[in-house]
């Protein structure tokens, strides 16, 4: 079934760790992204991928790291995790070229727990 | 100040009653206009997009003001299935901004 994917579904960390979340999508969708959603604050952007080999930043991206070595993959990176970053997140993609560029589709979301 | 914003409800209403949120953009130069849904603890997806002529899918009507920044969501006949959170969603360059999202609870 086309679409996108992450993991973990769910994950508590100790402040401090590293963790990586991941985000893989068989649409081969150009563009890229990745939300947080946190109550009271909706979804904010925190990287982007517009291509393969680029990314950027967006509204939050402290404390974050993206790469985009291949189309279909977009893990995120909290190098040394800290509570503010207890969250839900949210992999998106689009597709520039198709009929329907406007739409993103969303994965199902990573709820992460950092203590 | 966040560059969409919407009310965010809740709006409590019964089965069959027609509901409309009312959504507004600070950046004049936005390109493209959506409403996403959102059910509880899912990711959003979208509903519709919004044109400047106004656009209609089944029950929801979907409008659009240039001149006011203004975009508004109305939903006729209720179902209880329409429950969830609706997000107002403009894109200004190469990504999407979001609003805050309403909720809707419709009640038997």
């Known amino acids: 079934i086309a679409g996108i994917t992450q993991a973990p579904t769910s994950q508590i960390l100790a402040a401090g760790r590293r963790m990586t979340l991941r985000c893989t999508q068989d649409m081969r969708h150009n563009a890229m992204y990745w939300y947080r959603q946190d109550l009271g604050l909706g979804l904010r952007l925190i990287h982007y991928s517009n291509t393969a080999g680029t990314t950027g930043k967006g509204e939050v991206p402290d404390g974050y790291s993206v790469s985009r070595a291949n189309t279909d993959d977009f893990p995120l990176t909290l190098a040394s995790a800290v509570p503010s970053q207890t969250s839900v997140y949210f992999c998106?993609?689009?597709?520039?070229?198709?009929?329907?560029?406007?739409?993103?589709?969303f994965g199902p979301g990573t709820r992460l727990t950092v203590l | 100040r966040k560059e969409v914003e919407q009310d965010p409800g809740p709006f409590n209403v019964p089965e069959g009653a027609t509901v409309a949120f009312n959504c507004t953009y600070s950046?004049?130069?936005?390109?493209?206009f959506f409403w996403y849904r959102q059910d509880c603890r899912k990711e959003p997806k979208l509903l519709m997009s919004?044109?400047?002529s106004g656009n209609e899918d089944g029950r929801f009507t979907a409008q659009l003001n240039r001149a006011s920044q203004y975009i508004s969501l109305l939903i006729r006949d209720s179902k209880l299935s329409d429950s969830a959170t609706y997000l107002c969603?403009?894109?200004?360059?190469?990504?999407?901004?979001f609003g805050k999202g309403t909720s809707l609870l419709v009640t038997p």
């Open positions: 950046n004049s130069a936005s390109q493209s």
């Open positions: 998106a993609s689009r597709d520039f070229q198709s009929r329907e560029y406007n739409e993103q589709f």
């Open positions: 919004v044109y400047s």
């Open positions: 969603v403009v894109r200004g360059g190469y990504a999407l901004n």
